[in-house]
């Protein structure tokens, strides 16, 4: 038998190393093309509707005389109901954070743009139940305000929707398709297809 020099010999642990690699990259890579989009299903649909239906409770009444716009835009009704800063602070985070970018979830079935339409009604919902609260309490920011309108059937709707969006939102952030779920086990397993 001739003898080889370990200069001219593969390392196989190189070898191994450079195999793992390339399988993870692959794994990796599937991962990410999977990872950047939703997978439209039941939640997902039932998001889309919830969130027009949002859309649409700005129309209704936020509390006596002031429709959900009139706090969104600060006019001059809601500046005399004495409009709180946790009603504001509600319509203006499910607005811009739930509406805005749940709209841009469904044009662009994003995961990005769902998560931050999920942050967005999460804080939102906690802002709502302020909202209404303060506007319980039949006092608002002035105690010696005398009628102080008590919270109307659009603050009420909007905040019974935002917190189905609550749940129908983390329901779409965290499906995952088949191919995802096959990838994961593999990946668990150290299959690496």
Known sequence: MPHVSTDERPDPIAGIMEVTRNAESEM??????????????????????LIVLLAVALALPHSEGVRGLDVLFFTDVAREQYTTLPSHLFVLLYSVGTIAFGAAMIMTQKWWAAGIAWSATCVS????????????????PNPDVQDF???????????????ALVITLASVLWARTPEQITLEENARHGDGR
């Open 28 to 49: 990796r890579d599937r991962d990410r093309v999977l990872g950047r989009t939703l997978v439209i299903g039941r939640a997902y649909l039932a998001s889309a509707v």
């Open 125 to 140: 919902a906690v802002y709502g139940v302020l909202a209404i609260w303060l506007r319980q309490s039949g006092r608002g």
């Open 149 to 163: 309108g008590g919270p109307g059937i659009g603050l009420y709707v909007s905040e019974i929707i935002v917190f």
